[in-house]
């Protein structure tokens, strides 16, 4: 009986260890994880920073760029019309607590045959799912400054229920909304900068969660790892002592 007992003991020991072991290696590639994360993130911040100490450009000079050059980051004037009754509600955005939509728009530089996708920034909700915001795009000549993103753009769908209209979209995919608006789009879009005004307000930030952020949460991860040691190292020798 009591060999029995021995080996009930025996193999609750060896499940806890094993429990204990993954728990704290996910524990500890987490941390790890965060920390790699807070070094991508402070390099994008330093491209960032170093592209934008360059002022901003010109519609002109960005297109001259290189086309295989990166982009995101770069500040750029855009000067030209809106292309009206063309615009989006990429839903489900959230600013000051409030829930709302970014308002995309398509706009055509001056001079130039292309068209570059625009967020304007964020327009609050109606109180009803079913209505959405009413949008009244300028019809003369309009400047902004905005910042460019490039690559990492999430697919373009339209919304599955029901709607007013097909405006409400969940996330972007420039090559469907080309299609969809049969507009030549290039490969990149841009956010306004600025103080909010009647057509929406901007709160675009290139990097949402900072490097520090990251930090904080890789030592959360290491400081669970560790406790996870403490506690399992504790309950043995509690365990042993009873045994005695």
């Not at 010109?58 to 009206?84: A, C, D, H, R």
């Not at 990429?90 to 570059?116: C, E, M, R, W």
Request: proline share 3%; with cysteine; aromatic share 10%.
């Amino acid at each position: 009986m009591q060999l029995v007992l021995w080996h009930k003991q025996k193999l609750s020991s060896i499940i806890t260890l094993c429990m204990v072991t993954v728990v704290v290696l996910v524990c500890v590639r987490l941390g790890f994880w965060q920390l790699q994360r807070a070094e991508q993130k402070q390099q994008q911040l330093t491209a960032i920073e170093k592209l934008q100490t360059q002022g901003v450009m010109s519609w002109q000079q960005l297109t001259n760029l290189p086309s295989n050059w990166n982009k995101t980051g770069v500040l750029v004037e855009l000067t030209g019309v809106f292309i009206q009754d063309q615009y989006w509600l990429l839903d489900n955005q959230v600013y000051n607590g409030q829930v709302g939509y970014d308002l995309l728009v398509l706009f055509k530089p001056a001079d130039d045959s292309h068209t570059i996708l625009v967020n304007l920034g964020w327009v609050k909700a109606p109180l009803s799912r079913s209505e959405l915001p009413k949008i009244k795009l300028p019809t003369k000549r309009f400047t902004l400054i905005a910042q460019i993103k490039e690559n990492n753009l999430s697919g373009f769908t339209l919304e599955r229920e029901a709607a007013p209209s097909n405006i409400r979209i969940q996330n972007i995919d420039l090559n469907k909304l080309s299609q969809t608006s049969q507009q030549k789009l290039v490969n990149y879009m841009a956010y306004r900068q600025g103080e909010g005004d009647e057509l929406a307000t901007p709160h675009y930030k290139a990097v949402v969660m900072s490097p520090q952020k990251h930090h904080a949460y890789a030592v959360q991860w290491f400081l669970i790892a560790i406790a996870c040691v403490f506690v399992a190292v504790f309950a043995s020798k509690k365990r042993t002592h009873n045994e005695k």
